[in-house]
């Protein structure tokens, strides 16, 4: 399995920005898929997941009414929709996968597939 995070970059607050995730290598239909950031100095934050057979969405409250999370299944892509983004939103935003476990982000969830990530910048 591989999944590969891309369309970080530099945004102003206020602003918005679309993150994409490739996913390839699932013999399923039925996995989850997750984004994670993490700033420096602080633990990594599970943000946003989905299940791809259903569409079901977890968010977490730092970016719940913000972020938008979505999938195309027959393109194998997810994606991170980042509404009015804050200063503190500036981190490494990575996807991440798993065939098994929902909603993938809570605290200490076990996570077995990672992409590299992507950074993003919130600044004026």
């Known amino acids: 399995v591989q999944l590969q995070a891309s369309g970080g970059g530099l945004v102003q607050p206020g602003g918005s920005l679309t993150l994409s995730c490739a996913v390839s290598?699932?013999?399923?239909?039925?996995?989850?898929v997750a984004w994670f950031r993490r700033a420096p100095g602080k633990d990594r934050e599970g943000i946003s997941s989905i299940s791809v057979s259903d569409g079901t969405t977890a968010y977490a409250n730092s970016v719940k009414g913000r972020f938008t999370i979505s999938r195309d299944n027959s393109n194998n892509m997810v994606y991170l929709q980042m509404n009015n983004m804050e200063p503190e939103d500036t981190a490494r935003y990575y996807c991440?996968?798993?065939?098994?476990?929902?909603?993938?982000?809570?605290?200490?969830?076990?996570?077995?597939?990672w992409g590299r990530g992507t950074q993003v910048t919130v600044s004026s």
């Open positions: 991440a996968a798993d065939p098994i476990s929902f909603p993938l982000i809570d605290p200490g969830a076990y996570v077995a597939y």
């Open positions: 290598g699932f013999m399923q239909h039925d996995y989850t």
